[in-house]
């Protein structure tokens, strides 16, 4: 005999989900009083040295629509290529919740030893299971001794990792989960 199931309420899957933004940005979901404001909302201060660029760009799935409920951290040297003191370099940054698009204001990193300049991103969603890693290059840089870029199974592949100037000290950086132009994803 077949139960019926219409009395049991669903229960959340094992993904980030909406839960996500209540934990790591409450007062962006308009739960306030836990933080003053929420943790990590610049990798900078103002004042910093250093080139001030940003970086705008949407999460899309496989059927090229626009994840709305993305969070994504970044992690990041200064300007110098160095992690020393003072110089944060981490930020988490919540999609708009309409457009799903992000935006990112940074100081562009230096080049870190033989690294060109990138920014490492962490990317959860409902629907990821296991937070997502990456990194972001830019457009104009030399890439050429990068060991992480030289070190792609599918060099042609390259491109999904590169931010596009859009001039003015601006770049645009789409993530493709799945698909055509899927990005390359790191397993760290």
């Known amino acids: 005999m077949v139960q019926p199931l219409d009395y049991l309420e669903e229960s959340p899957s094992q993904t980030a989900g909406p839960y996500v933004h209540i934990g790591c940005t409450p007062n962006f979901v308009g739960i306030e009083g836990i933080y003053d404001q929420d943790l990590g909302l610049a990798p900078f201060p103002d004042d910093a040295p250093g080139e001030r660029i940003t970086v705008t760009g949407t999460v899309y799935d496989g059927t090229g629509t626009a994840l709305r409920d993305v969070l994504i951290e970044t992690w990041q040297a200064g300007a110098d290529g160095t992690f020393g003191p003072g ?75 590169i931010a596009r100037d859009t001039g003015n000290g601006t770049y ?11 990005t390359v994803f790191l397993d760290l």
């Open 87 to 161: 110089a944060q370099g981490w930020c988490r940054m919540p999609s708009d919740l309409e457009t799903g698009e992000f935006v990112l204001n940074t100081v562009k990193p230096g080049a870190t030893g033989k690294q060109a300049p990138h920014i490492s991103l962490w990317i959860v969603a409902r629907g990821i299971n296991i937070g997502l890693q990456t990194r972001m290059y830019f457009e104009g840089d030399d890439h050429s001794a990068d060991p992480l870029l030289n070190r792609l199974e599918h060099q042609n592949r390259r491109g999904t990792l």
């Open 172 to 182: 645009r950086f789409d993530i493709r989960l799945q698909g055509e132009g899927e």
